[in-house]
Each structure stands twice: as structure tokens, then as C-alpha cells.
Nanobody, 124 residues
Framework: QVQLVESGGGLVQAGGSLRLSCAAS????????MGWFRQAPGKEREFVAA????????AYKDSVKGRFTISRDNAKNTGYLQMNSLKPEDTAVYYC?????????????????WGQGTQVTVSS
């Protein structure tokens, strides 16, 4: 069993930056792919970014490309999402997730473990 805990969310002005962290416990994440998803009020959960078990492959939602960077530190069993140039439309609860097959995926249905989420609010 894997437990994931997100941190780093908060309130930021448009154009600002936040760095989300996802700390894992219960099992090493070195063989798991990790993903970040977000859900705004009244909307479905959507893919934001994903990274393979080795960190060698990444994928991003088109609207965050060039602004967000996903990374991981397997020695610390932690994943990260660096968010720059934030926009009000980035406001949502952000969730990290892990999938045991190691390769990146964009569908939330393919992830095995989820964190509780962290709120990101971007003011205009």
C-alpha cells in the first residue's frame, strides 16, 4: 500500500509560482509512474502532468506546457510539480497519483494510489 501526501498549495497572484510536493510512504515509488491531476469546482478531474518511474519521460496538458515542470527524487520518495506563470484558470485542487506499471499515463483511471489533494488558488 502507498500513501501519498501533497503539500505546497496556497493562494498566489496571477503570474506567480508555487511548487507542489508529493511525499510517499509505505512503499518505495522508484518503480511507479507519478502523475498530477486537478479538479476545479463543477468540473471533472483532469490530467496535468506525468513522469515515468525513471524520470526519463514526461507528459503535460497542452495548457501548462512551458509553465509547469514535473520532477521526482526517488531517493526522497517524493514527486514535485513546479508551477510558474500561474493563471486564474489554474485554480483547482491538485492531486498527485501513482501507478504501478511505471509508464506515464494521462487517464486518472489507470492510477492506483491518490493523495488527498492540495488547494491552489490564483487571483487575478
Amino acid at each position: 500500500q502507498v500513501q501519498l501526501v501533497e503539500s505546497g498549495g496556497g493562494l498566489v497572484q496571477a503570474g506567480g509560482s508555487l511548487r507542489l510536493s508529493c511525499a510517499a510512504s509505505g512503499r518505495t515509488l522508484s518503480s511507479y509512474a507519478m502523475g498530477w491531476f486537478r479538479q476545479a469546482p463543477g468540473k471533472e478531474r483532469e490530467f496535468v502532468a506525468a513522469i515515468s518511474w525513471s524520470g526519463g519521460n514526461t507528459a503535460y496538458k497542452d495548457s501548462v506546457k512551458g509553465r509547469f515542470t514535473i520532477s521526482r527524487d526517488n531517493a526522497k520518495n517524493t514527486g514535485y510539480l513546479q508551477m510558474n506563470s500561474l493563471k486564474p484558470e489554474d485554480t483547482a485542487v491538485y492531486y498527485c497519483a501513482a501507478r504501478g506499471r511505471g509508464l506515464i499515463a494521462t487517464s486518472p483511471n489507470t492510477y492506483d494510489y491518490w493523495g488527498q489533494g492540495t488547494q491552489v488558488t490564483v487571483s487575478s
